[in-house]
């Protein structure tokens, strides 16, 4: 059975943390119940969806108040000051921020620092038990160089929870351009041609439902899993692929973002990794994940890019009505596909080889998926001449600049809403 690491007490707020601790590669966490996807928030706190929580210990409690004291001061103090300037996006975890850092000789950096919430922990131990997980983790995967992946460059604390600092993209994340409220803007900034032209080829619109164009789901879905290989070669898992953790920046490149829930492939695991919606089959079981956990998770994104929002409004469906419908994708998959694809023969093949229920039946690796003999790449075949021909990273450049915002020139600050209160009650 893993170690639970000793509890360790935290220093006063503005007193700096020299003590270490030995990193654990198994979390230990309470055997979650099943519930809806909305609900998975209060999962890891082995708690029955709803119910009152269990009061926590003096030492929990401090932590917990520790953390609301973060988001509170918008700043982590050392020990090295950052101050909070807008909230990037939550979620199970906790809260990324874009914070500029304040060093040495008024040099002034701008970085993403995501926190991690104890409050999903059902002690302090454990929660610090994952910190020494995921710090061992950072620790591999930061070597890390590739176009398609955003690593983390280092792991720290203040005053006992743990953040993780991050390169900032300039870009949007995938579940941004799903949702559609980025084209109003567009529209307004674009001509009459230049609207018909991005219609054309990068977005489908039916029933106030936005999708993307066969050729841009490829290009996305392939970058994804160019991403997701290099993880595998160096023996983890992302273990969370979500149209949230694919961003695509300014000039149309798709990097895949938060390793904190990566995992060890193979590695066992008795608590809720990633997200309810998103999730294989074996994972709902809590049974291991292998790289061919992830490349089912891909195929969801898939389809959720193809027909708009399907796996999104399966929200609070609970994790058997879940496990239910993705058993059964695979041999019904025809009904959540668009026009534009079900005359792609190939397509529809490999998404099923995506979504085989059973892990053993789905691709044996990111690679194959994305350019073996039957993969994206060879349903690329069957698209017409003009997305054959689509440079899509030009074209979404093109588009993502007509989102831009006027006085800052950047993305993120015009789409980074400052909801601080969707995150925790200060």
């Known amino acids: ?53 269990t009061p926590a210990d003096g030492e929990f409690a401090e932590l917990l108040e520790h953390y609301r004291a973060l988001i509170r001061a918008r700043a982590i103090p050392y020990p090295v000051a950052y101050r909070f300037v807008k909230e990037l996006g939550h979620g199970r ?47 591999l995967l930061q070597p890390i160089n590739n176009v398609n992946m955003v690593s983390s460059d280092f792991y720290e604390e203040c005053n006992g929870i743990g953040y993780m600092h991050m390169a900032v993209i300039d870009g949007v994340d995938l579940q941004f351009l799903i949702d559609g409220q980025h084209m109003e803007i567009a529209r307004a900034r674009s001509t009459p041609a230049e609207w018909n032209h991005f219609l054309s080829v990068l977005f489908r619109v039916e029933d106030k439902r936005v999708s993307l164009h066969a050729g841009l789901a490829l290009y996305i879905l392939r970058n994804v899993l160019r991403g997701i290989a290099v993880l595998h070669a160096n023996g983890f898992i992302h273990g969370d ?21 990566a995992a060890r492939i193979g590695e066992p695991v008795n608590i809720l990794l990633g997200s309810p919606l998103f999730m294989a089959p074996e994972s709902h079981r809590r049974e291991p994940g292998f790289v061919q956990s992830d490349i089912f998770s891909a195929g969801l994104v898939g389809l959720e890019m193809l027909k708009g929002r399907q796996i999104a409004s399966m929200s609070d ?110």
């Open 93 to 139: 975890q906790g809260v990324v921020f874009l914070a500029t850092r304040h060093g040495a000789r008024a040099c002034l950096t701008h970085h993403a620092i995501k926190l991690f919430d104890p409050g999903i922990y059902s002690s302090a131990a454990r929660y610090w038990t994952d910190m020494g997980r995921i710090a061992k983790q950072i620790s």
């Open 317 to 426: 469906s609970n994790e058997n009505n879940l496990l239910d419908f993705k058993t059964t994708l695979a041999s019904q998959i025809e009904q959540y596909l668009p026009d534009e694809v079900l005359d792609n023969i190939e397509f529809i093949h490999v998404l099923k080889h995506f979504l085989e229920p059973d892990m053993v039946n789905r691709y044996d690796s990111a690679r194959e998926a994305e350019s073996g003999e039957h993969s994206l790449m060879s349903a690329r075949q069957w698209l017409s001449d003009s997305e054959r021909e689509c440079e899509y990273e030009r074209e979404l450049e093109a588009y993502l600049l007509k989102l831009v915002d006027e006085d800052t020139g950047t993305l993120n600050p015009h789409f980074a809403a400052d909801n601080l209160t969707a995150v925790i009650e200060v």
């Open 1 to 53: 059975m893993p170690q639970i690491l000793a509890k360790r007490r935290p220093a006063p707020i503005m007193a700096a943390m020299n003590d270490p601790f030995s990193m654990q590669s198994t979390v230990v966490l309470d055997q979650p119940p099943t519930p809806s996807a909305r609900e998975a928030l209060s999962v890891e706190r082995g708690a029955t969806p709803n119910a009152p929580p």
């Open 241 to 261: 692929i979500k149209p949230t953790n694919i961003m695509v920046n300014i000039q149309g490149t798709v990097k895949l973002v938060d390793f904190g829930r």
